[in-house]
């Protein structure tokens, strides 16, 4: 068994890796380009939301409050009216996202910090490298990708987007592997 304070640097070394990997994936790779697509009409669609001055939030419409109402012919004849949708409302102005990379920064410490305790009870000082890799690669990955098969399952985020958040949450769990394996207690 390996102490999870004696593991701090992969941790934070792994979390850095990842902030640089996710950094180039997106700013630089661009494969997420088309993850999202525009509103058609987007400026009277903007214009017509604006007027209702909604708040921040998740929305789901049209929404039932019970799954009574879900049944009634009322809801149904919504539903085949359409649309059907769900969204989010962000706050309107700054486009910085400061405080969105820190929090990245902070969940990448935080799936080192379940990598290194799960390797951390199954391995000893001094273990192999690839058992290293396997215990710390699979748990990353779980914490990076797994999660994201709900968006697609509930929330109907195209599976394509889906696919390929979870492919760079394999990058991530390789690279957070690769780094336990290399920094890992010897004897």
């Known amino acids: ?43 009277q669609v903007l214009d ?8 921040d939030g998740n929305y789901s419409f049209p929404r039932a409050t019970s799954m009574k109402e879900m049944d009634s012919p009322e809801f149904k004849e919504k539903m085949k009216q359409g649309p059907a949708g769900m969204m ?9 996202v400061g405080k969105e990379l820190i929090m990245w920064f902070i969940y990448s410490i935080i799936v ?24 710390a690669g699979v748990t990353a990955f779980i914490g990076y990708s797994l999660a994201l098969l709900q968006g697609s399952i509930w929330f109907k985020k195209s599976w394509s987007a889906t696919f390929k958040s979870m492919i760079d949450g394999l990058i991530y769990a390789l690279f957070t592997a690769g780094i336990f394996g290399w920094l890992w207690p010897t004897v």
Request: no cysteine; proline share 6%; aromatic share 12%.
């Open 88 to 96: 989010t409302i962000s706050k309107s102005g700054s486009t910085t």
């Open 112 to 135: 080192g910090i379940f990598a290194a305790y799960v390797a951390g009870r199954a391995l000893e000082p001094g273990a192999y490298y690839l058992e290293v890799f396997r215990f």
């Open 1 to 43: 068994m390996v102490p999870i304070m004696s593991l701090w640097l992969p941790i934070l070394l792994s979390a850095v890796a990842v902030f640089i990997l996710s950094s180039i994936i997106h700013m630089v790779l661009g494969y997420h380009a088309n993850d999202y697509q525009g509103l058609p009409n987007e400026k």
């Open 48 to 55: 017509d939301l604006r007027k209702h001055n909604i708040p």
